[in-house]
């Protein structure tokens, strides 16, 4: 359940947040949609990937923690392993927020939602939110830049999937996945980067990438998928640990 609020000092005034990882706290996604902008980060841990929105049906590029619905293999005993922690799982539990601007007809202002019900949202332990005297924290500042950033990167990634469908880069692909103890774990419904059509682009398709910033998301996209082999050994361990 999700009971989402719009964060304000006077009836927040003494909520925190606890900013440590577990599957008790909410973190245990199999993917999470990544941007643009965070992608240089992101590669260098995550194989990244794509898939449709399930209600929009619009491509978005996502990255992969684990192999079935629900698991999370970046998570430990000592919280998440990874030095990169990806903008939409670090901003739990806030999302971004509308309300009318009553200076411009029409007109809406971003703010800062919380989801009451969230487990990390309690008024003991974590990141306070406000300073006792007045004023937001150095960490809920930096939240609301971060969900900024997400805003932008949700249109960035809106005119980069745009440019790959238009060259026809974008393909389905199925990936069979053998462990160490006979199993199989398959991956469907995700798409990738078509490697073929990439090479054949001309000069001004690629050029029109560059200026963009979408060539080398492209190939960082592309290099990502080293970090599979990465995820198929974390699930081997976990499958050792459990004997």
Known sequence: MTRHALLNNQQHQHLRVRTERSAALGDNHMFVPTFVAELRSVQAHYPVFFQKHPQTGDFQPVALFGFQSGENLFLTESGWDADYLPMLIE??????????????????????????????????????????????????????AMLEAIHHGMQD?????????????????????????????QMLGFYTINEDKLATLDGNALTALHEKGFLMAIYMILASHSKLRDLIHRKNLQLEGDK
């Open 91 to 144: 901003r739990q539990p806030f999302l971004i927020g509308y309300q009318a601007n009553p200076e411009v007809p029409g007109g809406q202002d971003r703010v800062i939602h919380i989801d009451l019900d969230s487990p990390r949202v309690n008024e003991q332990e974590g990141q306070a939110l406000f300073l006792e005297f007045g004023g937001t924290t150095e960490y809920l500042q930096r939240i609301g």
């Open 157 to 185: 990634n809106q005119a980069f999937v745009q440019s790959l469908l238009t060259l026809g880069l974008l393909e389905t692909f199925s990936l069979d996945i053998q462990l160490d103890n006979g199993a199989r774990n």
